[in-house]
């Protein structure tokens, strides 16, 4: 299973950044995806997740309002717009495959991970 994760970078607060994610197409087709963020110290959290079929999202109270989760199927990529973004929101950003069909919270639930992209916000 290959999951590679892109998009990250280096901006100030305010600013809006857009991770890529590229799944190989036999899990991408049928199972739900989701980014998950570790900050320096701290746990992996969850950060947002979408179905098999994107017609169901979720999002972490953290990033309600700011961050949009989406999917192509014909390109088999998952994104993450995150706009508004503040330095608490500063982590290596991970993608993530659910290992069903829906949009998942829980990380114990994800068997298969991308190697993280750096997100840092400078305020």
């Known amino acids: 299973v290959q999951l590679q994760a892109s998009g990250g970078g280096l901006v100030q607060a305010g600013d809006s950044l857009r991770l890529s994610c590229v799944a190989g197409?036999?899990?991408?087709?049928?199972?739900?995806m989701g980014w998950f963020r570790q900050a320096p110290g701290k746990e992996r959290e969850f950060v947002a997740a979408?179905?098999?079929?994107?017609?169901?999202?979720r999002y972490a109270d953290s990033v309600k309002g700011r961050f949009a989760i989406s999917r192509d199927r014909a390109k088999n990529t998952v994104y993450l717009q995150a706009n508004s973004l503040k330095p608490e929101d500063t982590a290596v950003y991970y993608c993530?495959?659910?290992?069903?069909?829906?949009?998942?919270?829980?990380?114990?639930?994800?068997?298969?991970w991308g190697q993280g992209t750096q997100v840092t916000v400078s305020s």
């Open positions: 993530a495959a659910f290992r069903g069909a829906g949009a998942g919270t829980s990380k114990s639930d994800y068997n298969a």
């Open positions: 197409s036999r899990i991408f087709s049928n199972n739900g």
């Open positions: 979408i179905s098999w079929n994107g017609q169901s999202t």
